[in-house]
């Protein structure tokens, strides 16, 4: 079975631009969770959505916003990027409870 | 509110020694303990997690944690370290959501 994939693999953007980065669930997951984590750091919640619904937010600016869709696939996307939005942006899906599998993760770039 | 504390940011460590990474939480509920191991450009990797009952929880590739609630600490251990092992490692804390709490990470480093 194909595990949680996100794309694009890579991204460079520049300030001031906005970016949108997607999440595939593993098959029968119903639950997406979003974490950011920057260079030498642990992974910050962001979101979680339950069956396309927000369940969760993190500490993070409304220029962060996230959605699911009827298949459970999920869009991070963040507005007028900051050089500090640079970090690895990790999706996790879940069917039991606290039992959370990691996508490979987005390396974004703001140049 | 919730978090954790990981005790050292660099471990070094012999191939065939015993490897030891400390994590402490803090939470006012009972927690869910985890630890994930994370390779170089990769994603997160769940180890092993305590949710309830037994204390000594194993999990892949030889390691073990266990929870004492009453010095909140959940350490991670693997009596003979490998090569493979060279990562970093979360441990990471929940309050029965989905949302995890993680530490900073401790980079192991195992030598030959």
């Known amino acids: 079975d194909a595990g949680v994939t996100q794309s694009p693999t890579h991204l460079i953007k520049t300030r001031g631009q906005h970016v949108t980065l997607r999440c595939s669930p593993i098959?029968?997951?119903?639950?997406v969770s979003w974490y950011q984590q920057v260079l030498g750091q642990g992974p910050q919640f962001i979101f979680q959505?339950?069956?396309?619904?927000?369940?969760g937010r993190g500490n993070f600016p409304d220029r962060f916003s996230a959605r699911q869709f009827p298949n459970y696939s999920s869009e991070l996307n963040v507005n007028a990027l900051l050089l500090g939005d640079s970090a690895l942006y990790l999706c996790?899906?879940?069917?039991?409870?606290?039992?959370?599998?990691f996508g490979p993760g987005t390396r974004l770039t703001v140049l | 509110a919730q978090s954790v504390t990981q005790l050292g940011s660099h471990v070094s460590v012999s191939e065939g020694a015993l490897v030891l990474l400390r994590c402490n939480y803090s939470?006012?509920?009972?927690?869910?303990l985890f630890w994930y191991v994370q390779y170089p450009n990769q994603g997160l990797q769940l180890l092993l997690k305590?949710?309830?009952?037994?204390?000594l929880v194993k999990g892949i590739n030889g390691f073990e944690a266990e929870f004492k609630k009453s010095e909140t600490s959940f350490h991670l251990t693997k009596p003979s370290a490998h090569m493979s092992d060279a990562a970093e490692y979360f441990c990471?804390?929940?309050?029965?959501?989905?949302?995890?709490?993680f530490g900073t990470g401790t980079r192991l480093q195992v030598f030959p």
């Open positions: 959505y339950y069956e396309k619904e927000e369940r």
């Open positions: 098959s029968g997951h119903k639950s």
């Open positions: 939470s006012s509920v009972p927690p869910y």
């Open positions: 305590y949710t309830t009952g037994a204390t």
């Open positions: 990471a804390v929940s309050d029965n959501t989905d949302k995890l709490i």
């Open positions: 996790a899906s879940s069917s039991a409870y606290n039992e959370q599998f």
